[in-house]
């Protein structure tokens, strides 16, 4: 079945960077569209960065993140860099195999598979 897992969270400070990693696992996700998204206590979850045969980036983030997906490994990353403590959360890491695209890659109801999370804290 498919697994997704996260790892490389932790806590940082204001202004430094994080690398995040989701190991894929029990399909051929080469079609697969993934993203990443966050959840902060009392906060809805949100679509930060996702990609298919595009990326997109949510506004807060543009800039900062980078989404990337290593085809070999079966890799899913999230580069985050000038880290805010707004960005403070849990992370997880999601895939469907339906082709998203714009409007739709940042859309939690739309994907079918994700990570149990890994938690970011940012302190200022």
């Known amino acids: 079945q498919v697994q997704l897992v996260e790892s490389g969270g932790g806590s940082v400070q204001s202004g430094g960077s994080l690398r995040l990693s989701c190991a894929l696992s029990?399909?051929?996700?080469?079609?697969?569209?993934l993203a990443w998204f966050r959840q902060a206590p009392g906060k809805e979850r949100e679509g930060v960065a996702g990609l298919s045969t595009i990326t997109d980036y949510a506004a807060s983030v543009k800039g900062r993140f980078t989404i990337s997906y290593d085809k070999a490994q079966s890799l899913l990353y999230l580069q985050m860099d000038s880290l805010k403590p707004e960005d403070s959360a849990t992370y997880y890491c999601a895939a469907t195999p339906y082709y998203m695209t714009y409007g739709n890659l940042r859309n939690k109801r739309l994907f079918d598979y994700w990570g149990q999370g890994t938690q970011v804290i940012v302190s200022s």
């Open positions: 029990g399909s051929n996700f080469n079609s697969y569209s």
